[in-house]
């Protein structure tokens, strides 16, 4: 079973930038798996940033970005705030209807 | 405005039987999958199950297949997640989400059903 990877943590400084990354366990990211960013804090509900690799979501300050890094998707975040701390989580689209959930990463900001 | 709403929070024993509801508006129910998400205590998120709404039909994850069946009644705009026999491991937070269509992603999520499975 392929498993979606994501850095367990990570930590950047206020006004920084940082790039999470997602890849597979076996094989390479590609637009083909249309890649998706989620972001999620302590008691809320997910929030979508972005999807089919670099599409931003509604509302979604563009400081936050897509892309595709060598084998795998990435989300960077160019001058990082106090509020983006928060857990990020990519979704990979494996085809038949199927999506799959990296583990996620613990962005602190500090 | 699309607003999915789910079902309250619950409290069951090891065994019982539960479901669990989403309700959609604000958009055209029957031409959309919704999908349930479940996020365990100190866990990430996964990716259990979806439904297309138009016929009924549904896929599931792995990890999910036979452990809960995935329905909708599309009279009322509702989806649900039901569980025939609950574990002390079902303890978790569910949500349910629209899929955006062509573009294999979610956009938008329901608030969250906290399911507790003590004896």
Known sequence: QTVVTQEPSFSVSPGGTVTLTCGLSSGSVSISYYPSWYQQTPGQAPRTLIFSTNTRSSGVPDRFSGSILGNKAALTITGAQADDESDYYCMLYMGSGISVFGGGTKLTVL | ?119
């Open chain 2, 1 to 119: 405005e699309v607003q999915l709403v789910q079902s309250g929070a619950e409290v069951k024993k090891p065994g019982e039987s539960l479901k669990i509801s989403c309700k959609g508006s604000g958009y055209s129910f029957i031409n959309y999958w919704i999908a349930w998400v479940r996020r365990m205590p100190g866990k990430g998120l996964e990716w259990m199950g979806i439904i297309y709404v138009g016929d009924s039909g549904t896929r599931y994850g792995p990890s999910f297949q036979g452990q809960v069946t995935i329905s909708v009644d599309k009279s009322i705009s509702t989806a649900y997640l039901h569980w025939s026999s609950l574990k002390a491991s079902d303890s978790a937070m569910y949500y349910c989400a629209r899929w955006g269509g062509g573009n294999y992603y979610f956009d938008y999520w329901g608030q969250g059903t906290q399911v507790t499975v003590s004896s």
